[in-house]
């Protein structure tokens, strides 16, 4: 059975840095354009980032360029979104999902397979 589980968030203080992991069992991960998305609390769900299946292309909503980076390894079956430069207004449950290869954008109704999320808190 296809499953995506996410790890890494927690609490941090604004500027720091997290990273977080989304792995896949069950299937293969390279095949799929995979999406990180997070959603705050009464917010509506919004894609922060994705990197596509062949050429590694990589994109990101305004509000992280510069700060977040997104990458896979193949070999781990495994897509990173590493956090840096936090802000309180990053805070939220992150989420990744697939989305078929030719998908190149950050709607999530483009989006499947979607884990269950890990909380990032930017606090001080």
């Known amino acids: 059975q296809a499953h995506l589980v996410e790890s890494g968030g927690g609490l941090v203080q604004p500027g720091g840095s997290l990273r977080l992991s989304c792995a896949a069992s069950?299937?293969?991960?390279?095949?799929?354009?995979v999406g990180w998305f997070r959603q705050a609390p009464g917010k509506e769900r919004e894609g922060v980032s994705l990197?596509?299946?062949?050429?590694?292309?990589?994109y990101y909503a305004n509000s992280v360029k510069g700060r977040f980076t997104i990458s896979r390894d193949n070999a781990k079956n495994t897509v990173y979104l590493q956090m840096n430069s936090l802000k309180p207004e990053d805070t939220a449950v992150y989420y990744c999902?697939?989305?078929?290869?030719?998908?190149?954008?950050?709607?999530?109704?483009?989006?499947?397979?979607w884990g269950q999320g890990t909380q990032v808190t930017v606090s001080s």
């Open positions: 999902a697939t989305a078929h290869p030719l998908v190149r954008s950050l709607r999530p109704r483009d989006y499947e397979n």
């Open positions: 990197i596509s299946n062949n050429d590694g292309s990589t």
């Open positions: 069950g299937f293969t991960l390279d095949y799929y354009v």
